[in-house]
């Protein structure tokens, strides 16, 4: 079967392109506002760029504002403005968590609390790492990317993102290196 891609509606187009780029990694990354407040965000489209130095890429799409401009959302802004973040690598376990933070709307701290998730102190950057996450790479970004369409209006940020500290938790280490899995292991187990 072919597509002509002119001919998609823009439901189709999304489904058809994640059905084809698979596997994406997922990236559920934290942010710290200017006034403090954290958002957590999870995102597929996420992947290396570079290894020296070490940068990751991070694209988040633009939702429609209320005078229906396109607008950043909340990691792309935090990040714009001069923050950092810390991406995670997400179990299977965290799929409900991971799920519940994509929604629309940043997670209250209600919210955060109901979903279990707390929190570790970064050691290079001011967004928080999310405890039991047995992965997370602590970065800034490098150089942020304003994509547009044809029409010349915004539909998305890329966010390259330099990688300053990378956490492993002991349990997905073997030989001293990040087990190829780390999203495998059980979540509740860890301490």
Request: proline share 8%; aromatic share 4%.
């Given at each position: 079967?072919?597509?002509?891609?002119?001919a998609l509606s823009?439901?189709e187009?999304?489904?058809?392109?994640?059905?084809c780029?698979?596997?994406?990694?997922?990236?559920?990354?934290?942010?710290?506002?200017?006034?403090g407040?954290?958002n957590?965000?999870p995102?597929?489209?996420?992947?290396?760029?570079?290894?020296e130095?070490?940068?990751?890429?991070l694209?988040?799409?633009r939702?429609?504002?209320?005078?229906?401009r396109?607008?950043?959302?909340?990691?792309?802004?935090?990040?714009?403005?001069?923050?950092?973040?810390?991406?995670?690598?997400?179990?299977?376990?965290?799929?409900?968590?991971?799920h519940?933070?994509g929604?629309?709307?940043?997670?209250?701290?209600?919210q955060?609390?109901?979903?279990?998730?707390?929190?570790?102190?970064?050691?290079?950057?001011?967004?928080?790492?999310?405890?039991?996450?047995?992965?997370?790479?602590?970065?800034?970004?490098?150089?942020?990317?304003a994509?547009?369409?044809?029409?010349?209006?915004?539909?998305?940020?890329?966010?390259?993102?330099?990688?300053?500290?990378?956490?492993?938790?002991?349990?997905?280490?073997?030989?001293?290196?990040?087990?190829?899995?780390?999203y495998?292991?059980?979540?509740?187990k860890?301490?």
């Amino acid at each position: 079967m072919e597509w002509p891609v002119a001919a998609l509606s823009a439901a189709e187009k999304y489904t058809l392109l994640t059905d084809c780029v698979v596997p994406r990694p997922i990236a559920w990354v934290t942010t710290r506002a200017s006034a403090g407040e954290i958002n957590i965000a999870p995102f597929s489209y996420f992947n290396i760029v570079s290894t020296e130095p070490m940068i990751v890429s991070l694209s988040v799409n633009r939702r429609l504002g209320p005078d229906g401009r396109s607008e950043q959302k909340d990691t792309a802004l935090h990040l714009s403005q001069g923050g950092d973040c810390v991406i995670h690598i997400p179990s299977h376990d965290h799929a409900p968590a991971v799920h519940a933070t994509g929604s629309s709307t940043p997670p209250s701290q209600e919210q955060i609390d109901s979903l279990g998730l707390q929190f570790a102190p970064a050691q290079t950057v001011k967004a928080p790492r999310i405890d039991n996450c047995a992965v997370a790479l602590e970065g800034r970004l490098l150089q942020a990317i304003a994509v547009a369409d044809r029409q010349q209006t915004v539909v998305s940020d890329l966010l390259l993102i330099e990688i300053s500290h990378i956490y492993a938790a002991d349990d997905v280490l073997h030989n001293g290196r990040v087990h190829p899995e780390p999203y495998a292991i059980n979540a509740n187990k860890r301490p």
